[in-house]
Structure formats: C-alpha cells, structure tokens
C-alpha cells in the first residue's frame, strides 16, 4: 500500500487549503485514514480520521473547527479541508492509512504512511 500526499503549499494567514491522499496498491487492505501534523522541533500530532466505510470522523479538539477531513471511495482519496489557517499550522502533514476499525488517534494506530506534504503559514 502506498500513500502519496500532496497540495501543501506557502499560504497568508486566513486562506484555505486543501491537502489529498491517495491510496494505491491496496485500498481494501485499510479500514481508516488520518492525518497528522509535525511542527518544526515537535512531536507528530493527530489530527483527524476517517473511516472509508460510513465516513465516520474524529478530530482533535482544538482543530475541528477549521479542519475538516473527506474521502471519496471512488478516488481512493482522501482529504483534509483547512479554513483560516494560521501561522501556528505550519507543519509537514502525514496522511496515514490503517487496517484497524478504530478511529485511532496515536501513530501507532496506522500501519501505512505518506511521505508528507509542507504547509507553511506567513503571518
């Protein structure tokens, strides 16, 4: 299974973004898909989740209000929306896909990983 993530990009503050993943070499062989982020001198931290069958989603608390996460099945895609971004969102941005029914929100609940995409943020 591989994982490409792409759309990343430099953006103001207050603009939008939208990140894709896609799923190759297997997409039944995964259940979820999440997203993460890793800041600069930071640990990876979870982002959001979504299951590929019934779209069930699950954010981290401070994030759900500007980031939304889709997929779409047909595409083996998945996305994540974000809405006024901000400075403090700079970050590499991992999609990753797991074969458990857990909306998992630790890395250790994923088994595939994307090579990630930067999202730098000016102010």
């Known amino acids: 299974v591989q994982l490409q993530a792409y759309g990343g990009g430099l953006v103001q503050a207050g603009e939008s973004l939208r990140l894709s993943c896609v799923v190759s070499g297997g997409t039944f062989s995964s259940t979820v898909m999440g997203w993460f982020r890793q800041a600069p001198g930071k640990e990876r931290r979870f982002v959001a989740t979504?299951?590929?069958?019934?779209?069930?989603?699950y954010y981290a608390d401070s994030l759900k209000d500007r980031f939304s996460i889709s997929r779409d099945n047909a595409k083996s895609t998945a996305y994540l929306q974000i809405d006024n971004l901000k400075p403090e969102d700079t970050a590499v941005y991992y999609c990753?896909?797991?074969?458990?029914?857990?909306?998992?929100?630790?890395?250790?609940?994923?088994?595939?990983w994307g090579q990630g995409t930067q999202v730098t943020v000016s102010s």
């Open positions: 979504i299951r590929w069958t019934g779209g069930d989603t």
């Open positions: 990753a896909a797991g074969r458990s029914y857990v909306l998992g929100l630790s890395s250790e609940d994923y088994d595939y």
